[in-house]
């Protein structure tokens, strides 16, 4: 029975419970030890096994249970629930005790063991085989079947690629499955799409060349056939409608003009140009960077000509670009603007543009310190009227342009004038009487001191024209300083004309008259001397004489008079030669003149005065000279205005006021100030002071004690405003906006007290100016032009430049959104695998601006990306990249404004059929101007 049970008969334990290990290990090892008591027994109780019953089995058997086996058998037996009654030691000693083994042995039969409960059989999912790669497509090349693992797979740029995923378990849902995509470069977007019930569709859009690892993920766990690897080789396919004309610029005539042609997005193929205007055409040379073609070419005559692109033999488009050459040197400027101009006076010159082609006249009129108004108009014969006004003298630039390139002379350098700015000195011209008639001798030498100095890069010149009609020039001498010396000698007698003239026009006054008289040699009436009785004494009826000699006085003659105080009657007597003997009988001598009266007796003489003079001179009495301080000229800005703690001067002129000095003080409220006079001959003077106190004063002046015309005058001390200490400050100084009002902030201080004045001038008009006092020492300059270009800002205070003055201002045309064209891929509906987030907004035209782009989709708000194509490029690439299906609305602002078509509305989904649906609901209405258009899209030509 125990070997049975050894030989693990079919009701053993074993058999009962197969999925118990101690069956198999434990149990089986309790057998053994009873199987080894029972050989050793029936072998006639000895301690040693024979031979024959111990096989080569049963010893190796033994030996592993006596020495192993043995402790495992009880610690089974005891696991069946059976109490063990005897040690592993003492089971496998020879010496052991029968019975007890036998009654161990025995309670084998009817265990009383616990069967334990089956474990639960936990299933394993392996959800990466529960989806598979079943295709991989490429664009334009169709389906590679049959992907069981990874692949390695040619791809093409800007071609999609598909992968076509299979589920095999309905336990899988669209949420489970994930992907991932490992770009060369920038990161590319993968996109998951449900195509059937249990198909799925992975795709993207290798942008640039290099290898992309596509693996995708079924609860993270990587599924069938991936990762599948794309190696994207360049675009082979040409696309010549995807070229794009970066730039159409114009040129001149012997002109290197170039544009550019970019291929980047056409595929394979090799460009051709052709420019020609009728049977002439035009050497091309192309440079080659990065897909971008750079046209170079020149061209000898002006006219439009006709641009031929194609890409691979094939035009890219049905309308052939044009480009205008222009030629500069035709254009023609003639007149005395160009030449010679006055202040305050419009200067004329006229520029005919035959021959140079279509063109835009520009015309700068630049002073010294200023920019003269400018007006341009266009005449019907073709030719422009240019004219300008000067605001200040100088030499002038100015700078005729045709399409911003100078014509034949620009830039022109017109010297203006004013004549009336040419100043005598002295105030008049020497020798000038009370009623303005210049007074000279015959062959005496007349002599005039002009200054020129603030009238102008003129040339001065004279002319005198005498009485017999003789037209005699005046020579003139002229110094650094734009004095200017008048010499010529009055050669007859009578009345002349004096013509001075300045850059060909007359001075203030001329013409001057001038009156000469025959020249009298000096005399002296203070040596005529009287001598004789009849001078002293006289007596009734009696014959007085006295004698008056003149020899010594020069020529002249002589008259007297006498004068009865009674009823008597005075008898004058008048001779030509120098002496007169007086009696009632002229008596003639040499030299002197005798004078003899008598009286009648009936006549009482009471008294009588007598009285001689000499070539027009009173010999006896001599009574003063005639003085007339109105006469007195005081002229200077000293005389009105000074400032503290420097020297201040004017000039007091008496040359017409008679014989005297001047007098003069001048008297504050807090003090009074010394002036110092300095001759300066022929009764002129300088007046100097210096005063301390600022304030105001009162100039008291007289001449030879008579008070002058006009005193006291009032003089105003104050210090000098620091226009260099006045600083401008504002967004204005960078650019300004053509029909907007810019602000200006002028700070004055710490520039003491004055006056500011500005005026801001553009190309052909004034811009408006307006000063408003912010009253804590700054100002408001508001500035509002009407024209782009080029300004100049003038800001004065105190009548000089402030820091920075003259200000050259950028004045930027005025916004037009109506002038922003966009166009592009992004603004077409179209399919979400396949969606380019790409357009293009080109603002040239449209004036200074800020373009504002704003999406909006199912998830809200997205990033834009903007990216000028060139600083110099008004065209600004918009990328967007929409991450689901839905309506995206797309705004584009120029200055807070919509731009034409905004806002766009883009509609994405998910199948061809959707699309069609859509762009058949909802048109899209993408244009740009002189472009072609082709499904929706605008080539940018």
Partial sequence: MYRQGYSEPKDSLADKYPEDDYFKEGGGVAFTSYNHYNNHKSNGGSTTPSKSVYTSHHIRKTKTTSSSYTPNGIEAGSRLGIKPNITAEQLADPDVDDLQVMAYAASFQHPKMKIKEPPKVIEVIRWGELVKVTAVTLENQGDIEGTYGPMNIDGVVNQKVSLGLMVLDNRVASADITAELDSPGKPTQINLRKVSGNQIEASFMPTEEGT????????????????????????????????????????????????????????KGDIDVEITKGRVQLPVRFTHDKGVYTIHTKAKEAGTYVVHIRWDGEPITDDPMKIDIFDPSKCRATGDGLADAKEDV?????????????????????????????????NSNGTYAVTYTPVEVGLYTVKVTWNDRHITGSPFHPRVTDSRKVRILGGVPPGTDIDGIIRSDVGKAYSLETSTAEAGPGKLTAMVKTPSGKRQAVPIETQADGTATLNFIVKEEGE????????????????????????????????????GEGARLAKVYRQSEFTVDG?????????????????????????????????????HHSSK????????????????????????????????????????????????????????????????????????????????????????????????????????????????????????????????????????????????VAHQTSRLIIDSREAGSGELTARCMGPTKMAEVHIGDNRDGTYSLLIGPAEAGKHVLEVKYGGEHI????????????????????????????????FNGRFICETRGAGAGQLKVRIHGPKGAFKVQMKRNDNKDRTIDVRYNPVENGDYTIQVKWSDQHVTGSPFLVKIVDTQEDLKQVQKDFPTHTYRQNGHVENGWVEDI
């Fill in 212 to 267: 992309y690892k596509v693996s995708v993920f079924c609860k993270g766990e990587v599924i069938t056939g991936c990762p599948v690897r794309v190696t994207a080789a360049p675009d082979n396919a040409s696309m010549p409608q995807s070229v794009r004309v970066v730039s159409v610029p114009s040129a001149a005539v012997d002109e290197d003009l170039q544009f550019q042609v970019d291929v980047s997005e056409a595929g």
């Fill in 346 to 378: 419009t200067a004329l010159f006229l520029v005919d543009p035959k021959g140079a082609g279509k063109g835009e006249l520009n015309v700068m009129v630049e002073g010294p310190n200023s920019i003269a108004k400018c007006n341009i108009d266009h």
């Fill in 496 to 531: 002349h004309e004096l013509h001075i003239f300045f850059a060909e026009s007359p001075i203030k006054g001329s013409p001057f008259r001038l009156i000469a008289k025959p020249r009298v040699l000096p005399v002296d009436h203070n040596k005529v001397t009287i001598m």
């Fill in 551 to 587: 020899s010594l006085a020069g020529p002249g003659r002589e008259t007297d008079s006498y004068h009865y105080s009674s009823s008597t009657y005075p008898e004058s007597y008048d001779y030509s030669s120098s002496t007169y003997p007086r009696t009632a009988v002229s008596k």
């Fill in 593 to 736: 003149h005798h004078h003899s009266s008598s009286s009648s007796s009936s006549q009482k003489v009471s008294k009588a005065n007598a009285s001689s003079t000499y070539s027009g001179s009173k010999t006896l009495p001599n009574p003063k000279t005639h003085i007339d301080a109105s006469k007195v000229l005081v002229f200077g800005r000293a005389a009105r205005s000074a400032e503290p703690h420097k020297k201040n001067e004017f000039t007091i002129d008496g040359m017409y006021a008679g014989p005297g000095t001047p007098g003069v003080r001048m008297s504050g409220i807090k003090t009074d100030i010394e002036i110092q006079l300095i001759p300066q001959g022929n009764n002129v003077y300088k007046a100097v002071y210096v005063p301390e106190l600022p304030g105001a004063y009162l100039l008291h002046l007289t001449w030879s004690d008579r008070q002058v015309q006009g005193s006291p005058f009032k003089v105003t001390v104050a210090a000098r405003p620091n226009a260099d200490k006045v600083t401008a400050s504002g967004n204005a100084l960078k650019m300004l």
């Fill in 803 to 834: 820091q920075g003055s003259p200000f050259h201002l950028r004045v930027a045309s005025a916004p037009d959104p109506k002038q922003v064209r966009c166009f592009g891929p992004g603004l077409e509906h179209g399919i979400l695998a396949t």
